[in-house]
């Protein structure tokens, strides 16, 4: 969908890669300052406990990966050829993804100037997950 890509104001790699720091420190509620590319899920950054009414952290992170990922990129996920298990390996894939998907990976980062939502994501937020 190029004309949605038109719409967004140009973002930097590295505006992407800070915003997605920050939404890594967000749902996991520390301060940013506190959140490393190193760090692993489930090691680092662990979840709170699931429960089967709300999405813990890694339920989150796990959304945003394939949200904003297009077919191809969600195909090497499926065969194990992607693996997103780092901050820095979120960052990553948030950038790679803005190249085919702006609008939604814009969405998730609430990066300036969205002006397209997804529908499944409005909903999901208005129910509150």
């Known amino acids: 969908m190029p004309h949605l890509k038109a719409a ?3 973002v930097t790699e590295a505006e992407i890669r800070r915003h997605a720091l920050e ?3 967000a ?11 190193a760090m692993a899920w489930g090691s680092d950054l ?5 429960s089967d009414f709300r999405y813990n952290e890694h339920d989150t992170l796990l959304h945003d990966i ?4 297009d077919a191809r990129t969600l195909a090497e996920i499926e065969s194990g050829q992607l ?3 780092t901050v820095g390996e979120y960052c990553d894939h948030m950038a790679r993804c803005y190249q085919t998907n702006p609008a939604e990976v814009a969405h998730i980062l609430k990066l300036p100037g969205l ?3 997804s ?6 937020e208005r129910i509150g997950f």
């Open 119 to 124: 529908k499944w994501r409005t909903l999901l």
């Open 8 to 10: 967004l104001p140009e």
């Open 46 to 50: 662990r979840a709170s406990s699931v």
């Open 115 to 117: 002006t397209s939502t």
């Open 23 to 25: 939404r890594v420190a």
């Open 27 to 37: 749902i996991f509620r520390r301060p940013v300052e506190q959140i490393q590319p």
């Open 83 to 85: 693996t997103v298990r």
């Open 66 to 69: 394939r949200d904003v990922a």
